[in-house]
C-alpha cells in the first residue's frame, strides 16, 4: 500500500512539473520576443536548477504580468497626457485590471473572465499575505520567506492562462 501511495504522488508530481513546464511553453509563445522572451528563458533555467529561487523571480513575474495586462489597452506603447499636456502615469495594480475590463469586455469574454478572477492578485495587503499577490511581492510587505513556491507556480500558470490574449 505504501509503494502505491509513493508512485501515485511521484505522478501528481509529474504531472505538476509537466504543466509548468507547460505554462513556461505558452508565456514564452505568446511573450514579446525581443522585450521579454530572453528574460524567460533565465527564469525557466534558474527555477530548473534552483526550485526555491521562487521569492527571487516572483517580482519578476508580477512585472510581466502588468506589462501583458497593460499591453491589451489602450495605455499600451503610448504617452498619456492630462488636459495641461503633461505626461500622465500609466495606470497600475487595480485600476489597470479594471481598465482591461472595460476595454475587452465585448471582444475578448475569456480574456476578461480570468482577469476578473485574477483580481486577488492586486488585492490590499494585509498582515496573513504570504506572497499570494502583487502588493506583498512588488511592494516589499511580507518578507520573501513567507512567500511559497506554490503561490509562484499558480502566477505562472495563470500568466500562461493570460498569455494568449497578449497584445505585444
Known sequence: ?????????????????????????????HSHFLNWTPDWGVVIDIYEAFP?????????????????????????????????????????GMP???LAIKENKQNKPEFVAILEEIKRYYLISNRSDEGDNRHSV????????????????RLIYDIARLSKFAGF
Open 1 to 29: 500500500m505504501g509503494c502505491e501511495i509513493q508512485i501515485c504522488d511521484k505522478r501528481s508530481i509529474l504531472a505538476m512539473n509537466n504543466s509548468l513546464t507547460d505554462s513556461f511553453e505558452e508565456i514564452i509563445l
Open 52 to 92: 526555491n529561487s521562487f521569492s527571487v523571480l516572483s517580482p519578476f513575474a508580477y512585472s510581466y504580468l502588468e506589462e501583458l495586462i497593460r499591453s491589451t489597452t489602450s495605455e499600451y506603447g503610448v504617452e498619456i497626457y492630462d488636459e495641461k499636456g503633461r505626461v500622465k502615469q500609466h495606470k497600475v
Open 96 to 98: 489597470l485590471i479594471k
Open 138 to 153: 512588488a511592494h516589499g510587505y511580507m518578507h520573501p520567506r513567507f512567500w511559497t513556491k506554490e503561490s509562484f507556480e
